[in-house]
Every structure is written in C-alpha cells, then in structure tokens.
Nanobody, 116 residues
Framework: QVQLVESGGGLVQAGGSLRLSCAAS????????WGWYRQAPGKQRELVAA????????YVDDVKGRFTISRDNNAKNMVYLQMNSLKPEDTAVYYC?????????WGEGTLVTVSS
C-alpha cells in the first residue's frame, strides 16, 4: 500500500506561482511513475505532468514551460509540482498519483484557485 498526501494549494492571482508537494508513505520503493493530475469543475481528471524511473518527464501541452515536476533526491518520498505563470484556467483540484507495479494510488487532492 502507498499513501499520498498533497499540500500547497491555495488562492493565487493570475501570473503568480505555487508549489505543490506530495508526501508518500508505505511501500514507496519500486514506484515506477509519479504524476500530478487535475480536475476542474465539470471536467474530467487529466494528466498534468509525470516523472518516470530514470527521470524522464512528460507534460500536457498547456503547462509546458510553466510547470515543473520534480522529485526530492534526498527525501525519496517527496514529489513536487512547481507552477509558475498561473492562469485562471489552471483552477482545479490537483491530485498526486503513483504507479507501483501497475497499481495506481491517489491522494485526496489539493485545491488550486487562480483569480483573474
């Protein structure tokens, strides 16, 4: 089992920045991929960014150049999402995700609200 807890959400003005954190506990070894997803009101949950073993990263097109996913090299249980140049359309609940041997784990999410 893996438990994920997100933090760092909040209210920010357009153009501002936030850093989301995801703290993992439990069987965190052998997690092959980490991701950040988001779900805006009335929309489906979508992948925002992911990092896989070896450090390769992927981003959805509309956050490229603005968001950065990273792992803490010392604290292997932490994953971050640095969000810059935030836009009102980035408003959503952001979820941390971990894939361990094909079993996917989710946190409960953290709300990000970007005001115009």
């Amino acid at each position: 089992q893996v438990q994920l807890v997100e933090s760092g959400g909040g209210l920010v003005q357009a153009g501002g920045s936030l850093r989301l954190s995801c703290a993992a506990s439990g069987d965190i070894f052998s997690i092959g991929a980490w991701g950040w997803y988001r779900q805006a009101p009335g929309k489906q949950r979508e992948l925002v960014a992911a990092v896989i073993s070896g450090g390769r990263t992927n981003y959805v097109d509309d956050v490229k150049g603005r968001f950065t996913i990273s792992r803490d090299n010392n604290a292997k249980n932490m994953v971050y999402l640095q969000m810059n140049s935030l836009k009102p359309e980035d408003t959503a609940v952001y979820y941390c995700n971990a894939d361990r041997y094909g079993v996917v784990y989710w946190g409960e999410g953290t709300l990000v609200t970007v005001s115009s």
